[in-house]
């Protein structure tokens, strides 16, 4: 049973246009969400974070928008650069920090 | 700073062999963590520590699959015996803290492990 869902496995997107990445999550006790960013060969790295207090996190060109009646939550990348093409994996909470829940990532493209 | 520090990379072996991963937190993070991460899936938790106390090991599965971190610092992960199922990439995390809502996860590169 998937709790975090990423149901685009993977996304091809020109240079300078938008990014987004989508997530679902089925467990209403999370509360909290970040977004991970992997290389080929290296492990996930932290790319930003949502509270559910919130709707909305922004850092330059990524920003989290978090819909919690809908259970959904969505990463833009804007503009998208080349060095943006790699996978990213949605994770969860609950509101006592207990175990992260990943999705099953999304690989990014971006074309120059 | 040094990262997290897997090792091997890349590790081969037959069904029913023993097989071992090794893990070097960044210095000073007291929780460590043993993800499992399977093709085309995100990564799953099999334990973690606080120093060298195992918290929360419930992922683990117990008949075949053993840790430790001794001196609360590195750790290794073991595997006996292997099973085609358990060809996957191991990944080592740290942190300051347990809490993720406050203390960032630095993942190490894991090792990938290809059972035959």
């Known amino acids: 049973d998937q709790q975090v869902k990423q149901n685009s496995p993977s996304l091809s997107v020109q240079e300078g246009r938008i990014s987004i990445l989508n997530c679902d999550y089925t467990n209403s006790m999370f509360d909290y969400f970040l977004w991970y960013k992997k290389y080929p060969a290296e492990g996930p790295t932290f790319l930003i974070s949502?509270?559910?207090?919130?709707d909305k996190n922004e850092d330059g060109r990524f920003t989290v928008f978090l819909n919690k009646s809908a259970k959904h939550l969505s990463l833009h990348i804007v503009p998208s650069q080349p060095g943006d093409s790699a996978v990213y994996f949605c994770a969860a909470s609950d509101n006592a920090g207990n175990m992260l829940t990943f999705g099953g990532g999304t690989r990014l493209m971006v074309k120059p | 700073e040094a990262g997290v520090v897997q090792s091997p990379r890349y590790k081969i072996i037959e069904k029913k062999q023993p097989v071992a991963f090794w893990c070097n937190p960044i210095s000073g993070h007291n929780t460590l963590y043993w993800y499992r991460q399977n093709l085309g899936q995100g990564p799953e938790l099999l334990i973690r520590?606080?120093?060298?106390?195992?918290?929360?090991d419930s992922q683990l599965p117990k008949d075949r699959f053993s840790a430790e971190r001794l001196k609360g610092v590195d750790s290794t992960l073991k595997i006996q015996p292997a099973e085609l199922g358990d060809s996957a990439v191991y990944l080592c995390?740290?942190?300051?803290?347990?809490?993720?809502?406050?203390?960032?996860?630095?993942f190490g590169p894991g090792t990938r492990l290809t059972v035959t």
């Open positions: 520590y606080e120093n060298e106390e195992a918290v929360d």
């Open positions: 949502i509270s559910s207090i919130k």
């Open positions: 995390a740290s942190s300051l803290g347990q809490n993720p809502l406050v203390y960032e996860q630095y």
